[in-house]
T-cell receptor, first 112, second 109 residues
């Protein structure tokens, strides 16, 4: 069984640029959630996708957007990058509902 | 406002010295409580899910318990490889996991 994978592992961008992060969900999972984790903090919920539709959103501005594809993989897009967007971005997949969310290894984004 | 608080922030133990980590929560509509382990620079690794007060789960040297207001992660006779940050999260009705800030555990050989 393949776990959750994310790409790229690391990314360096400059302020004002745009970035796309990718996530492949675990086999049999139809729900993907994205989290932002700043250094020394717990992950903060960005949004969740269920069967290609957004299914809940945290307190993040509209420049954070996402997609889910028919194979349940997902993208996180961030426009107009700011210095505070530097963080570890985590993707988690689940079967939905109260099922456990399994996390990928994360993408470390640095904004200069 | 829904809140999850973990204590202590950091804990240093000698190898073999048992202790407990606390996760207290003030939320409405709790659907589940989760414990994860996170190594530096990596994604959280799932440990336990608890759904109702009185429930207990065990795995190797770890045991998680749940009451109506808090959860404990008990670690018995820890080894250096148990060193990590332990995260607690609650699942609410909007499918969103709300995390605490974690307890950074260090086991000294």
């Amino acid at each position: 069984e393949t776990g959750v994978t994310q790409s790229p592992t690391h990314l360096i961008k400059t302020r004002g640029q745009q970035v796309t992060l990718r996530c492949s969900s675990q086999s049999g999972h139809n729900t993907v959630s994205w989290y932002q984790q700043a250094l020394g903090q717990g992950p903060q919920f960005i949004f969740q996708y269920y069967r290609e539709e957004e299914n809940g959103r945290g307190n993040f501005p509209p420049r954070f957007s996402g997609l889910q594809f028919p194979n349940y993989s997902s993208e996180l897009n961030v426009n107009a990058l700011e210095l505070d967007d530097s963080a570890l971005y985590l993707c988690a997949s689940s079967k939905g509902g109260t099922d456990t969310q399994y996390f990928g290894p994360g993408t470390r984004l640095t904004v200069l | 406002e829904d809140q999850v608080t973990q204590s202590p922030e950091a804990l240093r133990l000698q190898e073999g010295e048992s202790s407990s980590l606390n996760c207290s929560y003030t939320v409405s509509g709790l659907r589940g409580l989760f414990w994860y382990r996170q190594d530096p620079g990596k994604g959280p690794e799932f440990l336990f899910t608890l759904y109702s007060a009185g429930e207990e789960k065990e795995k190797e040297r770890l045991k998680a318990t749940l009451t109506k207001k808090e959860s404990f992660l008990h670690i018995t006779a820890p080894k250096p490889e148990d060193s990590a940050t332990y995260l607690c999260a609650v699942l609410l009705g909007n499918e969103k996991l709300t995390f605490g800030t974690g307890t950074r555990l260090t086991i000294i050989p």
